[in-house]
Every structure is written in C-alpha cells, then in structure tokens.
Nanobody, 122 residues
C-alpha cells in the first residue's frame, strides 16, 4: 500500500535547527512535485513549501529564508531543513505529492501520512 512516511521530528529549542524527511512506501517520489505541510494545534493544515521535479522550490512567507526543501533522488527522499526555529513552528509536519491543476494551481489527492511532530520550546 502506498503511503507517505515522514520522519526526523523531535523537540528543539527556539533558534535551533532540524531536518525532517519524506519518503513514500510503495512508490517513488522521483519526478514528482512534493509539498511540505504542517498542522499546528488548533489550526488548519497549511502549506510550508514545495519542490518541483526539477528541484525548483517555493516557500510561504512565514518560513522563507529559514527553510530549505531539497531532494535526493538516489535515496528517493525529500527533506525539509528548518533553521532559526520559533515556537510557532510547532506542528505536525506532512509531505504529499502535488498534482498540477488548472493554471498555476496544485492539488493533493492521496491519503495523508501520519506526519512527524516538531516541537519548539521557548
């Protein structure tokens, strides 16, 4: 069964760094656009950023200049490196394949994985 597997989360102090990983059991992420999302306590799931099949990246303003998304096709893994972490970055982080919609839109259609918890203490 295909499923997203996020890993590498943990607890870190504010100002610290953490890198989390995304793989997909049962299929490959190579040649796929992949997005990183997060859901903070009491909030809706939101996009953090994405990486295209060619390595082009996009980040939302709240994490721009603090996060880097990369991919290692040899390991079939997507990474999210987070620096200068803030308390408000505390969330469960998810990855998902992005499918191209009309115009410049993207959408998701597969089941979500369990995510990986990132907790930032002040």
């Amino acid at each position: 069964q295909e499923q997203f597997v996020e890993s590498g989360g943990g607890s870190v102090q504010a100002g610290g760094s953490l890198t989390i990983s995304c793989a997909r059991a049962g299929s490959s992420l190579v040649d796929k656009a992949v997005g990183w999302y997060r859901r903070a306590p009491g909030k809706e799931r939101e996009l953090v950023g994405r990486i295209g099949s060619g390595g082009d990246t996009f980040y939302v303003q709240s994490v721009k200049d603090r996060c880097t998304i990369s991919r290692d096709n040899g390991k079939d893994t997507i990474y999210l490196q987070m620096n200068r972490l803030r308390h408000e970055d505390t969330a469960v982080y998810y990855c998902h394949i992005l499918y191209k919609g009309a115009g410049s839109t993207w959408y998701v259609r597969d089941h979500w994985g369990r995510g990986t918890q990132v907790t930032v203490s002040s």
